[in-house]
């Protein structure tokens, strides 16, 4: 498909479909390729089966830490000349971690296909890791915390959510762990992660963009098929007790002037239709300024200074989060009343045909935009194989929404959101006491 040709349909954007071919090596490496000839750009990327989740409680922080780790150099790319053999080669990269998975990923001129795959295939056989690639990326984690997470106010706030909301399922630690831990670990300890997760039979690699299949699938082979079939990755199950009974809890965050209130409810994994259902009521409480919440409490009645409603989905569970800063002369528990009723009323009547109407456009645009440019095709064709198990939900996931009526949005907010199934957060200032 030509990126970004768009037909509109009953004026609404639809992006034509997304082709790619898959297939395996004899390693377990899956391989998905998608050609796309409208500009001379390649994104080569591999997204690993590991986040978070996969660590171990007294080792918290390791998957997020090798996103740093597997920068450092290889056994033929000498440490320090990862960045510099990319830009020196016209290129970008970058790479992040979830709770679920870790995604590498390049961007080249498509004349430089072979080095692109040659470099992620270097990454997955060759990486060195020793003592000086621990040592200085523990600092260079240390500030990212220290500047993303711990002077940023509310920077804390998913983690204690999540803190909180799990109690035996490894979501209830923050992706970017533990510095005691990483500290505490050994040499051995990070080269066992790197030996079970980062393996091919755990991992899907992405080619998206200008290039031709054949050479790439020669050059997919000559690089990737030497590296080792890996142990398989077996993973416990973890289940969490429904929650049944409302609970509450205090963060203090020096970093915060104004107190925010929160509340969280456990939802199903992001692979199940109702957690599609949530993005909508997502949209229709706070998905901008004609949103109801928005509207409501801080347009119209001017008791807050911010609200927002998000799905937060997982690959094993989510969390629906909402959130609010009391304007000077409201407290948490006003904001907080004002925010059930507009659940309620959506748990008790059928958003409007034309609401309905408005909430289609968006999603429909939504995915349109997530699917605009070669960068995002290629997360999505990752993201769909490795932790929805069906790669051509990049075409076919736009159904799901579209099959999704007025009275689901009522039943699932039934289900979901009820007072009983929640954590209150209070989120103050050091110095402050909660509101109530």
Known sequence: MALGSLLMLGGVASAQKVAFEEYNLDNGLHVILHQDKSAPVIVTSVMYHVGSKDENPERTGFAHFFEHLLFEGTENIKRGDWFKIVTANGGNNNANTSDDRTYYYEVFPSNNLELAIWMEAERMLHPVINQIGVDTQNEVVKEEKRLRIDNQPYGNLIAEVKRNMF????????????????DAATLEEFQAFNKKFYIPNNAVLVIAGDFDPAQAKKWVDQ???????GTPVTRQKFEEQPITQAFKATYEDPNVQLPMVVTAYRTPSMKTKDAKVLDMISSILTGGKSSRMYKKIVDEKKMALQIGAFNYSQEDYGLYIVYGIPMQGFTAADVMKEADAEIVKLQTELISEREFQKLQNEIESNYVSSNSNVEGIAENLASFYLLYGDVNL?????????????????????????????????????KDKAQN
């Open 167 to 182: 109690k035996v399922h490894p979501y209830r630690w923050a992706t970017i762990g533990s510095m005691d831990h990483l």
């Open 223 to 229: 690089y990737f098929s030497k590296v080792p079939k």
């Open 394 to 430: 990049i075409n076919t996931e736009i159904e799901i929404y579209r099959s999704i009526t007025r009275e689901d949005i009522r039943e699932v907010a039934k289900k979901y959101l009820n007072p009983n199934q929640r954590l209150t957060l209070d989120y103050v200032g050091a």
